[in-house]
């Protein structure tokens, strides 16, 4: 969760988080900005708090000429005062120390930063193993690298159960989405959550920043060796306020109650500590917010940054609305979407106008001779069971020499989507449809995206099709695009799917299937889904011979109750053969049509490219490797995918290790992205990295992905059935880089909706007890993955009732020695060693603060929820999770 304490600020007004004292305390007098009201009480000229940005014309310059570096600023959420963009060259980020070298910016900005003089550079002691030298990180895998996992909202009127099974927090049979749920910043090699900013143990974000232990700028850094010093640099000027300049949190009164400021501001105290406090004007407060303030302490506002002047320590800004209580699921939901600047806005009247008005809707005659009419064609659909916007269909037909014709059939939303109506802006701006664990923001009105594109059962639907003649083993002997009209026979789940891959031989009793159409049976259907799976198997065993990479995380999936919407509870959400069949073909299909449209278009073709790791984490992870003994291979893809595939056996302890490491690795991966071919001139740059091939795209999945859409209209444009986008290559980068930045908004709402679920699970059933192994261990405390949910936290040692801890190294090693203090005085007190992979026994209790939980060590030896002693086998239960 991205709430971290709501804890009242008691430091002195005027210093800003992560700004010393030493700048001053301007802030105290200073005017919010307001230019009518100039503070008579201060002497003089104001000071300024902040460097004026640099002139438009300079900056241009000095990108050109390399003496100033652009980069997206990430802000350290558990140490706000530190910042980081990542060096162009892949080496170690460059730091940005403190607010006022930030300069205004706020987390995600793309700024422009002037390196700082050698000798103010961070010192990196080699001995201190607390180092945070590449902050910040939140883990962006790109969904080829992961399973396909989707969430849907439960469908209404199914209330004869008293639970909804959400299935995964992640979006629909994209063959890529989904990682870990919490973000996460690197430290010491070793990611730690950012469930929660405040951490019995941790420093106070509310206390006064001192220099991180690991920093020291006594000693003059020229005369240390090059390795322990880390680029430090300014930012001069902000190229793109990406951060949406709205935050959640608490309105406060100024703390002193005879200056002018008092009479006319409030205090904002946002509950990301990432965002500077924020003055708004008390004409915007509730009423009575002056004399009971009292009444407000729990209530979640939103506020908006209007302005932030040079003198001034504080941002001004506008409130927006009142959330509700803080805590509970919907305020805490809006909060999180209003953030990220999710547009959850009904659609207007003018874009409800671009939909078909006379329904119900039939396909119009003249469609049927402008399409091939598959609709004899025996097409069924595999979804989740709660999924209600189906993008694709798949039809598998058996011919006469042995081989295969196989289909994918894509809902045909650009059908609906006439470029350049307000319809399709709307759409170019929300770019994706957010998946929370309880609904979903559709990027599409519900009557395109839930009936008129969705592709239900036994409805005639317009389609664009890939369709392949295919041997048994996959190999691709003929290939055809085009827009088509299908008529699905049934829709299945992926449990459906997965019981005819399990009874090859059996006929599964009709009341176990879903409903399917007279003209086909369900043997066909089975028939048919055995078929895709011999050849998705093969597909799938060929990628990875190829060199294809696969780093699959652990995901909550969750069980709400659908009367209160609560969480019940939650368990790993399991990848099996019926998600992997739809996975191949998705993959197949995207990848033709990247290089049917990238042949037709060489430079306007929209593709999407996933570069290599960064270099510098992933020399730290081949030397942390190293240090542990671990023979792993990071030359490439597929030799790192060898590597995690064969190092392991498949007993509990290697099991859970491998999820540790899957964790590691996936920390150096960089983000998936969607280019212009035009814009590009390198083509080795087009590359995937994580499958390993030289051309890529988004085509499945039009209903929730405007990327998709635009594929669309491309391919259609080089069958030379629509018309070429009006976009030129400038235009569609742009439009792309606008895909990039939302999808990526929308992968962290999604984390942070199940990163509340998990508190409001852990609040409402906790204390949890479950394994976790030990990633990371630092001076007093050390972070783990709790197997059981998937969450890693960080166990603090002052947390613990032990007589003494002991940190140290053996070999590379790092280790901490606890002893505990006895619960009888006449016993002897248990000591325990913690180093990385060690397996331990957690709990999770909920905090008094809403929605903040911690993870303590249980004492060695007891007896627990898990029901085993110490030194038994792990219990069935987690096995099962760790298998997923």
């Known amino acids: 969760m991205s709430h971290p304490d709501f804890r009242l600020n008691l430091r002195p007004l005027g210093t800003p988080r992560g700004v010393s004292s030493v700048v001053g305390p301007h802030g105290v007098g200073a005017s ?77 900005d793309l700024v422009v930063v002037k390196l700082l003089p050698e000798e103010q550079w961070k010192v990196i002691k080699p001995e201190s193993n607390d180092k945070e030298t590449e902050g910040a990180y939140e883990l962006d895998l790109p969904e080829e690298l992961c399973g396909s996992h989707l969430l849907q909202q439960p469908v209404k009127g199914y209330n004869d159960s008293p639970d909804v099974i959400i299935e995964a927090q992640f979006e629909d049979s994209d063959p890529e989405d989904g990682h870990g749920s919490t973000q996460n910043v690197l430290v010491d090699g070793v990611k730690k959550p ?42 001069v000027y902000i190229l793109e306020k990406k951060h949406s300049r ?32 924020i003055y708004v004007p008390l004409k915007d407060c509730p009423q009575d917010f002056v004399t009971r303030p009292q009444d407000y302490a729990n209530t979640l506002f939103i506020c908006r940054i209007v302005d932030w002047k ?32 999710v547009d959850f806005s009904d659609f207007s009247s003018e874009v ?56 994918v059939h894509i ?47 036994m409805t005639d639907k317009l389609t664009f099709s890939v369709i392949w003649t295919l041997t048994p083993e996959g190999k691709i002997l003929g ?63 060929q990628r990875f011979v190829d060199g294809a990479l696969r780093l699959d995380q652990l995901k909550l999936a969750f069980t709400l109750d659908h009367k209160t919407g609560l969480p019940q509870g939650c368990h790993i959400y399991e990848y099996r053969d019926s998600n992997k069949l739809v996975e191949e073909f998705m993959l197949l299909a995207n990848m033709a049509v990247a290089h049917k449209t990238h042949r037709t278009f060489p430079e306007r073709a929209l593709l999407r490219r996933h570069p290599p790791p960064q270099t510098k984490m992933l020399n730290d992870l081949v030397e942390f490797c190293e240090q542990l003994g671990l023979p792993m291979d990071f030359s490439s893809a597929g030799a790192l995918n060898k590597s995690l595939t064969t190092t392991f056996g498949d007993d509990k302890y290697s099991l859970a290790r491998k999820e540790v490491l899957t964790n590691m690795c996936s920390r150096p991966m960089q983000m998936a992205l969607y280019f212009c071919s035009g814009m590009l001139r390198d083509q080795t740059q087009f590359r995937h990295y994580a499958l390993n091939v030289p051309l890529y795209t988004h085509f499945t999945s039009p209903i929730r992905r405007f990327a998709d859409v635009l594929v669309h209209r491309l391919l259609a444009a080089a069958l030379g059935c629509g018309e070429l986008p009006d976009l030129e290559p400038e235009a569609l980068q742009k439009q792309a880089d606008h895909c990039n930045d939302r999808r990526m908004a929308s992968k962290r709402v999604q984390e942070l909706s199940t990163g509340l679920f998990f508190a409001v699970l852990v609040k409402e059933s906790g204390p949890l007890e479950s394994e976790a192994m030990v990633l990371g261990v630092l001076n007093q405390a050390f972070d783990v993955l709790v197997l059981r949910y998937g969450v890693q936290k960080r166990i603090y040692c002052n947390a613990l009732p032990l007589r003494s801890y002991h940190f140290q190294k ?32 957690v709990v999770l209790q909920a905090e008094t603060t809403a929605l903040k939980y911690s993870a303590v060590l249980k004492r060695p030896g007891t007896e627990g929820l898990l029901g085993r002693q110490e030194g038994e086998q792990p219990d069935a239960g987690v096995a099962g999770d760790l298998q997923a």
């Open 194 to 235: 950012s469930v929660c900013v405040h951490d019995k143990g941790k420093e106070d974000a509310d206390a006064p920043v001192t220099k991180d232990e690991s920093t020291s700028t006594s000693q003059d850094p020229r005369a240390l060796p090059e390795k322990s010093l880390q680029r430090s640099a300014k930012v």
């Open 32 to 108: 919010p900005g307001d230019k009518k009201s100039k503070n008579k009480s201060i002497r003089g000229k104001k000071k300024s708090v902040f460097e004026t940005y640099m002139s438009k014309e300079d900056v241009s310059e000095g990108l050109k000429r390399g003496t100033l570096i652009q980069g997206v600023l990430r802000i350290n959420p558990k140490k706000f005062h530190e910042a980081f963009i990542p060096s162009p060259d892949g080496d170690r980020d460059i730091f940005i120390d403190g607010v006022v070298a930030r300069n205004r910016a706020l987390n995600g």
């Open 810 to 841: 053996v070999g590379k090693k790092p280790e901490l020695k606890l002893v505990w203090e006895p619960e009888d005085t006449d016993l002897e007190p248990v000591q325990q060693v913690v180093t990385i992979f060690s397996l331990v026994e």
């Open 411 to 457: 809902a045909d939303v650009s059908y609906f989507v006439p470029e350049g109506s307000p319809l399709d802006k709307v759409a170019a701006e929300r770019a994706t449809s957010v998946y929370l664990v309880q609904k979903v923001i559709p990027m599409l009105p519900r009557l395109l995206c839930e009936e008129l594109c969705s592709l239900h059962p």
């Open 246 to 277: 709205a935050a959640t949190g608490f309105l406060k009164l100024l703390a002193d109650k005879n200056s002018e400021l008092f009479r006319k501001y409030a205090l904002f105290s946002p509950s990301d500590h990432r965002v500077p406090r």
């Open 352 to 407: 409800l106008e671009c939909l078909p008005q006379g329904l119900p809707w039939t396909i119009p005659p003249e469609e049927f001779s402008k399409r091939r009419d598959l609709r004899k064609d025996c097409i069924f659909t595999i979804d989740p069971s709660t999924a209600r916007d189906l993008d694709d269909a798949l039809s598998c037909k058996p011919l006469a020499d042995g081989n295969f014709e196989v289909g």
């Open 479 to 541: 290939e055809w695009f085009g827009r088509t009209i299908i008529r699905s026979c049934t829709k299945l789940s992926y449990e459906h799917a997965q019981s005819m891959i399990e009874s090859p031989n059996e006929k599964i009793p009709e009341k176990e299937l879903p409903p399917i159409s007279p003209e086909h049976t369900s043997e066909e259907v089975h028939r048919a889904v055995l078929n895709l799976h011999g050849i998705a198997k093969e597909l799938r065993k």
């Open 310 to 341: 040079e003198d001034s320590n504080f941002a001004l800004g506008q409130l927006a609305k009142s959330l509700g209580q803080a805590g509970e699921i919907e305020p805490e939901t809006e909060g999180i979407l209003t953030e990220y600047g």
